[in-house]
């Protein structure tokens, strides 16, 4: 099944929902970052909810021993992301459940950022719930954003610490709903339980959507394909270097090598000589005396 998100809404206009599958997206994450599983499972959640989400970055901060998480998504729900420490070692719960809360940890926050075309981008953040990343994400929309949601996600890792399933929903009640329809979404998604067997059988995002929105009419509003996607370039970190302190680029010069540059989205390695540094300093300085 090929990953991607659905988007619907309920015949009363009452409901809006969405639904991903991100089998190999999650999996290109994993082999990117060699990821164990419980940095699988974090990372994958939070690749997700901000592919949900769309054209944001979203951060997790919780002070756990995985370190912050960083998720940045596209219009398309394209995303890239990374943690800050993908080595830790196998945590569970209990037999078979990685415990992500614990590894996020709870004393943090998850800040969303958006460029809304102001000047300043939109920043919100909210105190962690559970680290469980899809109790934090209703937390946000609930607190910052005053949508009431139901969020899940899932990431199914096997025993050779590939990913075998990644999915989840985001529900979000529109205003006007009244408490019936608040009843019947709450019934839906208790019925429906954890998403993650269902992804190991096969479930579709539009099956994710009908079974958590059992008690209405769904209309279906369009699907669009998604994957990992970096957009690195050596233009980019060109223009990085430029814009640090003259002071910093001249002690990166020095260095007889040059410097190599590694994205923290993808790993790529960008090399910048000797010469070229000492370059970008003289424009970084020139600069300086026009201002």
């Known amino acids: 099944m090929s990953d991607k998100i659905v988007r619907a809404i309920t015949s009363d206009g009452a409901v809006m929902a969405s639904a991903i599958t991100a089998r190999d997206l999650v999996e290109q994450a994993r082999q990117l970052h060699t990821t164990l599983p419980t940095a699988t499972a974090a990372l994958g959640r939070s690749l997700m909810a901000a592919s949900l989400m769309g054209n944001l970055t979203l951060q997790i901060r919780g ?17 890239r992301g990374y943690v800050q420490n993908p080595h830790l070692h196998l945590m569970e719960k209990y037999q078979g459940k990685l415990d ?14 958006k460029d809304l075309g102001l000047k300043e981008p939109y920043v919100g953040s909210v105190p962690l719930v559970s680290g469980e990343i899809a109790e934090d994400v209703t937390a946000y929309f609930a607190v910052s954003e005053q949508f009431p949601t139901a969020c899940a996600l899932g990431v199914l890792v096997e025993r050779d610490q590939s990913v075998a399933a990644a999915g989840g929903y985001l529900i979000q ?23 993650t067997p269902h992804l190991q059988k096969g479930m579709t995002p539009e099956e994710l959507i009908s079974a958590a929105l059992s008690g209405f009419q769904v209309e279906f509003l369009d699907e669009s394909p998604v994957e ?8 980019r970190y060109q223009r990085a270097l430029l814009s640090l302190p003259a002071d910093d680029l001249e002690e990166m010069s020095r260095e007889p090598k040059g410097a190599e ?26 600069a300086e005396r026009g201002q």
């Open 63 to 79: 002070g756990g021993p995985l370190g912050g998480i960083t998720c940045v998504s596209d219009a398309g729900g394209n995303v």
């Open 100 to 113: 992500v809360g614990t590894a996020v940890g709870t004393d943090g926050t998850l800040t969303v950022i």
């Open 173 to 195: 009640l529109l205003p006007g709903a009244d408490d019936d329809t608040i009843d019947r979404v709450e019934a839906g998604v208790r019925a429906l339980g954890n998403v």
């Open 228 to 235: 990992y996607r970096c957009n690195c370039s050596r233009d």
């Open 261 to 286: 540059l590694k994205c923290q989205f993808c790993g790529k390695p960008y090399r910048f000589s000797q010469g070229e540094l000492r370059g970008l300093l003289a424009a970084r300085r020139q």
